[in-house]
Structure formats: C-alpha cells, structure tokens
C-alpha cells in the first residue's frame, strides 16, 4: 500500500483546523498523561483494524466479525456451543445466530444438537471453513506483520508486556470479558 | 466499577474452552509477536473503548460518535466545515450529518453558512453545546485516567513513545487519516 500522505503533526498544534489530523489530535497540552496515551493508542488501533476491515472486504468479501467467528471455531475443532460462542466474540458485528446462518449457507460451518444436551446446538468449521479460515488468516498475519513493522522486536516485547499489565488492571475493575459480550452491536461494521 | 471476576488466562492454554476468553486468547504458540501483540492491543482497546461507550450511554444518554463529534467542534470555536469535520472522525457511527442534526435539534451545535463561500455549511457548538460537552469529557477523563491507572507514569510514558513510532510506521504505509474516513460504518455503535 502506498504512502500517500505522512502527517506528522505536533499535537499541541491546536491552532491550525487542517483537515489531516487524527483522533489524538484532540488531545490538549493539559490534558492528562493517560488520555493522551488512551487517545495514541485508540487512534492507532482504529487504523490498523480498519485496513484489516478492508483487506477482509476488498480481498476477500468477507469481514471482521465473521473472521472473528470463524478464528474462535478453528480453536476448537470439536466445536463450540452458541452460547458459548457469543461470549468468545468481541468484534461483534451484531448477533451470532445471524453471522452463523450466511456462513452455515455458505458451507463454511455446520450447526449440530450436542449429544448431551439435545437443546444445545453445537456449531463448527466444516473442512471448507477451514480451509477458508486458514486463507483468510494467512493475509491478516500478512497484514499485521506489516503495520506493525514500524517496531523492533525489543518494542513490541516491551510493549506486549505493559499492554498485558494493562489488561490485569482491565481484568480487576471491568466486569469480565464474557460480560462484555453484552453489548453485541459495540463495534458492528 | 466492582471487579465481578478476574480472568488471568496463560494464552498459551488453548486446550480448554473455559467461556471467558477474549480476542488475544486466539493467538497460539507459533503465532507472530506482531499478531500476539496485535490482538492484545485490540483486545484491551475495545475493553476500554466499550466501558467508555457504556458510561456515556448509562450516564449521559448519548453515544461515542456524538462525543467524538463533539470534542472536535470544541477544539474549533470557530467551527468546522462539514467536509472538514468529517475527515476528522475517527470513530465514527454513520453520518456527520445524522448526528449534527440530532446535536441542531437538541440545542448543542449551530449550522451556519460560510461567509467566504455561502455553499459551504459550517458546524460550531452552542453555548450549551459547550458545557455539555465539558461534562462529557470530565467523565470521560475520569474513566480512562481509572483504567489506565495499572500503568505507571513511565509505563504510560514508554508506550506513548512506542505507540509513536507506530504511528509514524502507520503514516508511512497508510493512506493518510482523512482517508480512512471512507468507511463511515466501520465502527458503528
């Protein structure tokens, strides 16, 4: 993907309304320490997902949330009930039942009753799904590896490890990740 | 904001499908650094990101992109053009225009036309615009400041100047911000 343009601009360049800045930008001089690196961080993220959005899309028609899905099915060959699946998404692109119906018409996962509980439906990866699945997440590491080129090895270790105190902070004053799942249409594409 | 359960799952223990899983969970052993550290900056940004949605949903009755909008007329007091204040939004849920109607309608912003070019449309915040919007960002800073609290200063201060230089990577093989602005549903709430 061509560089077609670099902004670099200082952020405590209030004065100038140029129509390239970015989501940080609105952070101010005085502005906390934490909303500055929250703002940094949200803004870097939204960029790399939205490339991941349209590479899913433009390369292969398909998008986050359903890669989401089928990434969560891959880890579990034997399958996963519905309910339980809905609680592993957090790209959510609204509900499950509907992502898993154009995939299962598809052919790329098939619904079964669970042999315990015949209420409980099962779905998984058919041998197609999983052969998508593995396509599908060839380019997105492909991707990946490529936006976040811009690290050395030592700073994405540095970062892995502050990002995982971050995330037990997270875990010790947020309701858990399963209870998150609650709101399904958080970050619909 | 009670901790109800504290998930400290090893993300290498992929043999059992506990329902508390999240989005990092998915990396494996063998996977990249970069995708490792892909998903868990994705992971925890769309935790902080749903809190921050679900306060100014519960506490303030209005939505993300509403605020985003917001915040960026406030860094314009003299307002922006509706083109410019669309290039601005990163999160976004639908239209610039949707939102600046329901923010009009609701006394919070002002359209008024350009006096250099009586086409152009620009958008200001009221006076009422402005004090809500105060609001919204002093609760807003008081979330982040909350969850990113588990950092130290020089933790905050060592992923700043990481995340900096990702974003220098992301100018430099992105298209520019303003462009990404294309895909208006992609984040949608």
Chains 1, 2 share one sequence.
Request: net charge positive.
């Amino acid at each position: 993907m061509a560089a077609t343009s670099v902004i670099r601009r200082n952020i405590s360049d209030l004065t100038n309304p140029a129509p390239h800045v970015d989501l940080e930008t609105r952070a101010t001089k005085g502005d906390h320490q934490a909303l500055r690196l929250w703002l940094r961080l949200l803004s870097c993220t939204v960029r790399v997902e939205n490339h991941v959005r349209r590479g899913l899309r433009q390369e292969f028609s398909t998008t986050l949330p359903r890669f989401d899905l089928m990434a969560q099915l891959e880890r579990y060959p034997a399958g996963l009930r519905m309910s339980d699946l809905s609680k592993h998404l957090m790209v959510s692109g609204g509900n499950v039942t509907g992502i898993t119906d154009q995939l299962e018409s598809e052919g790329l996962v098939v619904r079964t009753f669970d042999r315990g509980d015949r209420r409980a439906i099962t779905v998984k990866l058919t041998p197609a799904g999983l052969k998508r699945f593995r396509e599908l997440a060839a380019s997105h590491e492909h991707w990946v590896v490529e936006l976040l080129g811009g690290l050395s090895q030592e700073d994405k270790q540095a970062m892995l490890t502050t990002l995982g105190k971050l995330k037990s902070h997270l875990n010790s004053v947020l309701p858990s990740a399963g209870s998150h799942k609650a709101m399904p249409a958080a970050r619909k594409r």
